[in-house]
């Protein structure tokens, strides 16, 4: 017998059908249904999946958790990594280094938009529907000769390019 929520519902109409005495008796209709149809243990089927579901998502999200945790020590690994090689350079003045494994290139700093105070940013520098400063139109303002109270132009820091094909 193939049993399915269809099937089930099926069984138990037909058994209100034959009985009508049991819609007014919740004892006696819960005690038929049981004895008459595949419902509860259905249910019971239902139930054990439903618990596996459970502890499969919980398990899984501890384990998410732990990834997440070790991603962000590799994270901060590779970042220290990267800080070493670009203190090393630049204590040896190597503006490139051709090593097997990687070449190293220091970049020369950037210029970039400094915001110091978001909620001042007008409306016509923003990327809607949420309210972000747009970047490059702040940055293009600011190089066309506009000042702004709210935002500025700063050098950035040295980065670190290393290509390793």
């Keep these: 017998m193939n049993i399915n929520p ?3 519902r099926q069984c138990i109409a037909n058994l209100l059908l034959a009985h009508p005495e ?8 819960a005690l038929s249904i049981e004895s008459e149809t595949p419902a509860v243990d259905y249910l019971r089927v239902v139930e ?23 991603q962000a020590r590799f994270v901060h690994q590779e970042k ?3 800080q070493i090689a670009m203190q090393i350079m630049d204590e040896a003045q190597l503006p490139k280094l051709v090593m097997p494994e990687a070449t190293y290139s220091i970049g020369k700093p950037r210029e970039r938009v400094l915001v110091n105070d978001i909620q001042s940013v007008p409306a016509d520098y923003c990327h809607p529907p949420v309210p972000k400063p ?7 303002a600011l190089k066309g000769g506009a000042t702004f109270n709210w935002a500025a132009l700063v050098q950035g820091e040295p980065s670190l390019t290393i290509r390793t094909k």
């Excluded at 579901?53 to 899984?60: D, K, N, P, Q, V």
């Excluded at 747009?134 to 940055?139: C, G, S, V």
């Design 6 to 8: 269809a099937t089930i």
């Design 22 to 29: 049991l819609f007014d008796d919740e004892e006696a209709r």
């Design 48 to 70: 054990h999946r439903r618990r596996e579901a459970e502890t499969m998502a919980g398990a899984l999200a501890s384990q998410i958790a732990q990834l997440e945790l070790r």
């Design 80 to 82: 220290a990594c990267r």
């Design 134 to 140: 747009d970047m490059k139109k702040i940055a293009d």
